[in-house]
């Protein structure tokens, strides 16, 4: 489907530092501005509501787009194999922040017309913001080491697990709830253990005050990222280990 992302923002330039190999970093180029649709917003095949429709975009999920023509009521919409598709400009707001990519993932792309047929969309099934709730699973790995502090928000400094949590999506423009019992509500529900994405949101049991009490990053392959009161800070864990299963309650994208 369309490359559908949430907020970079401040995330892509942390990410800059965070990217640097032997002491280079590498450029990184933009693939467009991100865009929050504003209510149901439909993604066309071409600059028209009589064409074929490939997605309608939830409200507040992102997009990544591009100016269309001057004063045009339509933008450009990114979509996963390269090509653009159409939306229409009053139905998201336009943020402040470039979709930046390293220059060496940079596929040559030009805006035009998909002009698919509805088999060829479905070559476009993949779910929307993967890339970016990935890439903040990986950002996550950054902070390892990070002391646990109770109650703490600090990435660097000292910090708590639903703090952890908090800190590293709002940074991608999702704004959670202080407390993982809160943060449980907010999202899609992810039912199926098999059906776990890379920078899913994870939340676990605490049974000695009998609610949902700790929360965590799925990382992919049965690990995850969390702030650990038993590591003393941020770690890494394997989700397939009894005990975690035992207590894992929900997961939430």
Known sequence: MFLRVKLFGLFCLLMLSALSLAGQEEKKVSLGRVAQATGLTKVYSRPSTRAHVFYSVQDKEYLVVKDYKKDSPWKYVLMKNGTYAYARTEKMNILNYEYMVPASQMVAVQPRS?????????????????????????????????????????????????????????QIGLTLPRTAAEQVNVGLKIKRLEDLQKGDRLYFWDYNRNCVGHTGIYMGNGYFVHSSRGHQGVATDYLGEKKWLKILVAARR
């Open 114 to 170: 998909t002009a698919l047929t509805s088999r060829g969309a479905d070559r476009f099934s993949g779910r929307g913001s993967d890339n970016v709730r990935a890439a903040v699973a990986d950002y996550a790995l950054n902070f390892k080491g990070t002391p646990y502090v109770w109650g703490g928000n600090n990435l660097t400094g000292g910090i708590d697990c639903s703090g952890f949590v908090k800190q590293l999506y709002g």
